[in-house]
């Protein structure tokens, strides 16, 4: 039988699937179709508490057949999930969402949040934030969709610091879709090369109205200034998913 399994950031990447129950073409042989996630979605907690949804895409929700509660109380966050579509026969799926999207009814396996965090105004930094370097990955996760920007980025790491993770807004007079990704290591710039993940709440930009607009992203890398452009839309998260699955292990960092 299948259960619902929350596995760390660091398992998935580094391929630590050995805590899920999986059918097995024998002993020796892991399904490693539970182990990589299916998507990566936005978990929506209904405003009584008493179940939720995942956004999938600008068209589609998946709804829960197996968990009624969001493990994640009344948070909204982003995170990796590992579905199969549900069977016709399994129990009645989750009433939280009612809007006008696709649903589709999804067998959870095992899910797991990332750090979701706002983006910073103005108001809220009193000190620096950091420019230690770090390398944006041209990944699947690295997207705009769904009214977030979610990053993953590869530092340097190697004494167990935790390292902390902003972004704020910098807004010229051409774009003020302007933003920087900012990174303070703590000192902690030697070690191994490792990753992180984390996805932020874009809601601090201008409303982009019923146009979709040029999101820039600027950030420190270890050869030099670098930046990239993203679609954004207030209302609808528009992004190109690129690149693939990483499958070597990768140690994933600690940050806030």
């Known amino acids: 039988m299948k259960t619902m399994r929350f596995l760390n950031i660091a398992a998935v990447f580094s391929l630590i699937g050995l805590g899920l129950q999986s059918c097995k073409l024998d002993d020796s042989k892991m399904d490693y179709d539970l182990v ?15 179940g939720f949804y995942m956004q999938l895409d600008d068209k589609t929700v998946l709804i829960p057949t197996n968990v009624t509660k969001s493990p994640y109380g009344d948070k909204e966050v982003r995170a990796l999930v590992n579905y199969n ?33 706002r983006m910073l105004v103005p108001s809220d930094v009193s000190g620096s934030l950091g420019n230690d370097p770090v390398e944006i990955v041209n990944d699947w996760v690295t997207i705009v969709e769904d009214g977030y920007l979610t990053l993953r980025f590869r530092t340097l790491w190697g004494r167990g610091v935790t390292h902390y993770v902003n ?37 601090a930009l201008p409303d982009t109205g019923d146009s979709v607009m040029d999101l820039v992203l600027d950030w420190d890398s270890f050869s030099g200034k670098k930046s ?29």
Do not use: Q
């Open 167 to 203: 972004l704020i807004p910098v807004p010229d007079e051409k774009n003020p879709y302007h933003v920087k990704f900012c990174h303070d290591a703590k000192g902690d710039v030697f070690g191994e090369w490792a990753d992180g993940l984390v996805a932020f709440r874009l809601d």
């Open 228 to 256: 990239v452009t993203f679609k954004y839309s207030t209302l609808k998260g528009i992004g190109t998913k690129s690149g693939s699955f990483i499958a070597e292990p990768i140690p994933t960092m600690k940050v806030e």
């Open 85 to 117: 579509v549900a069977e016709p026969n399994d129990i009645s799926a989750s009433n939280a969402y009612n809007g006008s999207l696709d649903k589709k009814n999804v067998f959870v396996n095992w899910m797991d949040s990332i750090l979701t965090k």
């Open 36 to 50: 990589y996630p299916s998507a990566l979605v936005t978990v929506k907690p209904d405003a009584e508490g008493t």
